[in-house]
């Protein structure tokens, strides 16, 4: 069974651009969402998404946006990039959307805004 | 508010020695806890979850952690060391954040070196 699949895995963009990172979720689960990891600020949750609506959604500005699709794949989007946007963003998927549920990651997208 | 907290940002130990690896959370309510790990440049991998089954949690590469509700501890130990084991170690806790949702909050990580 394939893992959850990010692309690109690496990526670099200057400040103003717009960036989309994809995510294939492991077959069979429904519910993805999307984490920020930076060395200062560590793990951080941006949104998840659950058949095709937004669940629930961290701190970040409006900048920051996705979507689900139909087949559970997912896509963010950043715009006007940051040079503090430099970050690796990670997916994740699992079956179901609540407590307890496991929760699986990629291999990452490595942004790099210069 | 929920939080965890990872006491050491840094643990070393010699390979074949104990690892242990501290996790606090804090909660009202009874948490679903997780650790992860993450080697260089790759994403984060599930080492073992607590959903209240039961208190002693054996996960992957022979690390368990233990839950303890008195000192809101779920701490990550294996009983020797080897080389392979040296990445960063993440605690998380998932809670509700409102009606179904639930949000994964994760520590700061530990970084794991084992030596020779």
């Known amino acids: 069974k394939a893992g959850v699949t990010q692309t690109p895995r690496y990526l670099i963009k200057t400040r103003g651009q717009q960036v989309t990172l994809s995510c294939s979720p492991i077959?069979?689960?429904?519910?993805v969402s999307w984490y920020q990891q930076t060395p200062g600020q560590g793990l951080q949750f941006l949104f998840e998404?659950?058949?095709?609506?937004?669940?629930n959604k961290g701190n970040f500005p409006g900048r920051f946006s996705g979507r689900q699709f139909s087949n559970s794949r997912s896509e963010m989007n950043v715009s006007t990039l940051e040079l503090g946007d430099s970050a690796l963003y990670l997916c994740?998927?699992?079956?179901?959307?609540?407590?307890?549920?496991?929760?699986?990651f990629g291999e990452g997208s490595w942004l790099t805004v210069v | 508010a929920q939080s965890v907290t990872q006491l050491g940002s840094h643990v070393s130990v010699s390979e074949g020695a104990l690892v242990l690896l501290r996790c606090n959370y804090s909660s009202s309510v009874p948490p679903y806890l997780f650790w992860y790990v993450q080697y260089p440049n790759q994403g984060l991998q599930l080492l073992l979850k607590?959903?209240?089954?039961?208190?002693l949690v054996k996960g992957i590469n022979g690390f368990e952690a233990e839950f303890k509700k008195s000192e809101t501890s779920f701490h990550l130990t294996k009983p020797s060391a080897h080389m392979s084991d040296a990445a960063e170690y993440f605690c998380a806790v998932m809670l509700n954040s409102g009606g179904s949702n639930y949000k994964l909050t994760f520590g700061k990580g530990t970084l794991l070196t084992v030596n020779p």
């Open positions: 994740a998927s699992s079956t179901g959307h609540g407590g307890g549920n496991t929760i699986y």
């Open positions: 607590y959903t209240s089954a039961a208190t």
């Open positions: 998404y659950f058949s095709e609506t937004q669940r």
């Open positions: 077959s069979g689960h429904r519910s």
